[in-house]
């Protein structure tokens, strides 16, 4: 399996009493970590604007600015965003950034891209909030321009939402042209959420990857559903690398598993959640697959990896200010974990 984790950018109330001045260095710090340690693929960060579970002034960092910015602070690990909202930007536009970013890291791009859902943030930044077939229509028109920026290098496309006529893309990311990269999109194109009926026929023909429901049941479902989507559509249902997003709230035992269950109450009581707010945001946390001490997690990933799941990302809701989970995790599960003769990806090196 490979392993991405989450940097803290505000969204999650993950940065609440930290001082913006310490912002970046607390993000980049972790990423550095991360690239340092051969057992992480990638590092990711939300493409929101708003914090969640309820809007609040707390900070939420832009996600392709800290593309760029990640992409000059390490050297190896792959960068993405789980997952990029099609609606919030054009998506020739987007296709060009995540051009340029991909030159700026040389090569380690992962383009995340869904249809939207967090309707607060899109009324307040004045999209609208289309119905849910419109958001998927622009997802399906959207990913058809990136395909053509990223590996012809422009784009004609007269769609229903989008409308662009001889955009260039120059230059094209390193992937798929100095780079070997992937054969299909270019740039690596995860397509997330699960809808059966047309998120999941969208990833069968244009993903790369797909994240959908993480937990046993709903991954081995879904996954049914995207197989026979592919054979409805002529693609090899293996060609597209299945993951899903974790939770991870990890102890030596139980007491320190409640320990941590407890800290991540007493975090959205001081972002301003009711008291009420705050209990079902842990009971989130606390039924999810990744919860656990190293073995319970191990024992559930196993599970999973045999249903198919090739790669987990990770977040730490305590990573700002506590990586004690986080070198616990690298210390008893990824090694359990991580294929390390098929870890490594074809961008997979150090810059100097």
Not at 135 to 157: C, H, N, P, Y
Not at 174 to 189: A, C, E, F, R, W
Request: hydrophobic share 35%; with cysteine.
């Amino acid at each position: 399996m490979k392993f991405g984790l989450f940097i803290p950018q505000g969204w999650r109330m993950d940065l609440v009493g930290i001082d913006p001045s310490q912002h970046w260095g607390v993000m980049a710090g972790l990423a550095r970590r991360v690239d340092a340690n051969d057992d992480w693929t990638s590092i990711w960060v939300y493409d929101h604007f708003h914090t969640t579970p309820q809007p609040t002034n707390e900070a939420t960092h832009e996600a392709w600015t800290l593309m760029s910015a990640l992409g000059a602070v390490t050297g190896r690990v792959r960068l993405g965003q789980m997952c990029g909202c099609m609606s919030y930007r054009n998506p020739a536009y987007l296709a060009k950034v995540a051009a340029t970013v991909d030159i700026v890291s040389e090569g380690r791009i992962e383009m995340g891209i869904g249809a939207g859902w967090y309707e607060h943030e899109w009324r307040a930044y004045g999209y609208g909030f289309p119905r849910a077939g419109e958001r998927i229509k622009r997802l399906e028109e959207g990913v058809q321009i990136f395909r053509d920026m990223w590996t012809t290098g422009s784009a004609t496309f007269h769609g229903e939402h989008y409308d662009v006529d001889g955009a260039i893309c120059a230059p094209q990311p390193l992937q798929g042209t100095v780079l070997p990269g992937s054969k299909y999109n270019g740039i690596p194109m995860w397509i997330a959420g699960g809808g059966e009926k047309k998120t999941l026929r969208i990833a069968a023909q244009y993903a790369d990857y797909t994240n959908f429901d993480g937990t046993l049941e709903g991954f081995q479902h879904k996954s049914e559903v995207l197989r026979g989507h592919c054979q409805d559509v002529g693609r090899d249902f293996d060609e597209i690398v299945r993951s899903a997003n974790y939770n991870v709230v990890i102890g030596r035992d139980e007491q320190e598993v409640s320990n941590r269950l407890e800290w991540i109450r007493e975090q959205y009581l001081r972002a301003g959640l009711t008291p009420e707010k705050a209990e079902e945001v842990v009971h989130g946390f606390a039924t999810g697959p990744a919860v656990g001490t190293p073995q319970q997690i191990v024992e559930k990933f196993k599970k999973l990896e045999g249903a198919g799941l090739k790669y987990a990302i990770t977040y730490f809701p305590e990573a700002a200010y506590d990586i004690t989970s986080i070198q616990l995790f690298e210390q008893e599960v990824l090694p359990e974990l991580v294929d390390r003769e098929e870890h490594g990806h074809l961008f997979h090196r150090r810059r100097h």
